[in-house]
């Protein structure tokens, strides 16, 4: 919604001055959004964290008194628990509340999780930790398919990253099965079509990416990172070319992709052992190169994402290089004449592009 309002305060003034909106239509329409706006956001909000405290207090309560409850009676508890949640979710949705029938659900949803658990606890059931949670994920998809629930498909998205990462700390390999997870997951943030949710799969994703530099090659395989990213950037450059429909998706595919590939140049320089001073210059030359076209990205398409990674990521690679190579003065003298020769070189270029493009104008 902030975004929403953001874009109506660039927007408005510009329709009003082309003669499509009068000062009167304006003012109604930033009534009217003022006065859904606060309380839309502010009742989901408390209500999903309310139902997330409920949780608690209702597993804390269980574990408290397990032992002494029959075996029967706390199954009963369990299958009950679950069917009150999403009875009062069901009634909540039709006498029209549908923000605390999605908190009624992901009540739900926890208490699935808290049952998977004590009824694993209550049979002896020495099971491998990771299934668990898998199967916690897909009832929370489930849930979030049937009952149309965004909150629920989010909590099944960050379980389904906590079961992968789960999965690779126990193994020390890579764990491909999480991407038929997540994709069942973004799958169904498609079909609702909530667009936060896609930014949220793309974090989870672009972390486990990350992730592979770490596993892959017996640890050495941050150069693949490095190249999904890039891939990623330049499909994110190509969308607005390919379809109309998917510019919109322009600049957090270059964001994420940059990001991705920034974190693999990192590693290399730091994270890699016995990286000669040659080529520290020459990744740091590339990483330098990526975030400020990243920068440059940013000011072009007035992408802040972009903009704010591009002065992070610059921010973060000097500092470390300063660190890398405070030891070494020639070497921190070569990177820096070298580090300020480009940013000048591509400033020049800048300068130039802007103003060939306003001649033409």
């Known amino acids: 919604m902030r975004s929403y309002r953001s874009k109506l305060d660039s927007d408005l003034p510009r329709w009003r001055e082309a003669g499509w909106l009068t000062a009167e239509g304006e003012a109604s329409i930033r009534k009217d959004v003022a006065s859904h706006s606060r309380s839309l956001e502010l009742a989901p909000a408390l209500a999903i964290i309310g139902a997330v405290l409920i949780g608690f207090a209702a597993m804390s309560f269980i574990a408290a008194n397990w032992d002494e409850v029959p075996r029967l009676a706390r199954l009963a508890l369990i299958f009950a628990s679950l069917g009150t949640a999403y009875g009062i979710a069901g009634i909540l949705f039709e006498r ?19 049952g998977i658990m004590l009824i694993a606890q209550m049979f002896h059931m020495d ?8 199967t916690w994920a897909l009832g929370a998809l489930g849930a979030g398919v049937v009952l149309g629930s965004n909150p629920a498909l989010a909590l099944a998205m960050l379980l389904m990253g906590l079961w992968s990462g789960w999965e690779m700390v126990e193994s020390g390999v890579v764990h491909w099965p999480f991407l038929l997870g997540w994709g069942a997951v973004t799958a169904a943030f498609l079909w609702r079509w909530w667009v936060p949710s896609l930014h949220f799969a793309a974090v989870v994703l672009s972390i486990w990416i990350i992730c592979l530099g770490y596993l892959l090659f017996d640890g050495h395989g941050h150069g693949v990172v490095v190249g999904v990213g890039l891939l990623i950037g330049a499909a994110g450059l190509a969308l607005p070319s390919l ?34 001073l040659f080529g520290l210059i020459l990744l740091a030359i590339a990483a330098l190169t990526l975030v400020l076209a990243g920068i440059g990205f940013g000011l072009k398409t007035s992408s802040s994402a972009a903009l704010w990674l591009g002065y992070g990521g610059f921010s973060l690679e000097v500092l470390a290089l300063y660190f890398k190579t405070v030891g070494t003065l020639l070497g921190s003298s070569l990177f820096f004449f070298a580090a300020g020769f ?4 591509l400033a020049a270029v800048a300068y130039r592009l802007h103003a060939r493009m306003e001649a033409q104008s």
Request: charged fraction near 10%; charge should be negative; hydrophobic fraction near 60%.
């Open 96 to 114: 029209g509340y549908p923000a605390f029938a999605h908190a009624a659900i992901l009540a739900g949803v926890a208490l699935f999780g808290a």
């Open 127 to 134: 099971g491998y930790p990771p299934d668990a949670v898998l």
């Open 243 to 276: 379809s109309e429909r998917w510019s919109a998706f322009s600049s957090p595919a270059f964001a994420y992709g940059m990001t991705i590939a920034f974190a693999g140049l990192f590693a290399l320089q730091f994270v890699e052992k016995d990286v000669p």
């Open 342 to 345: 480009i940013v000048i070189a």
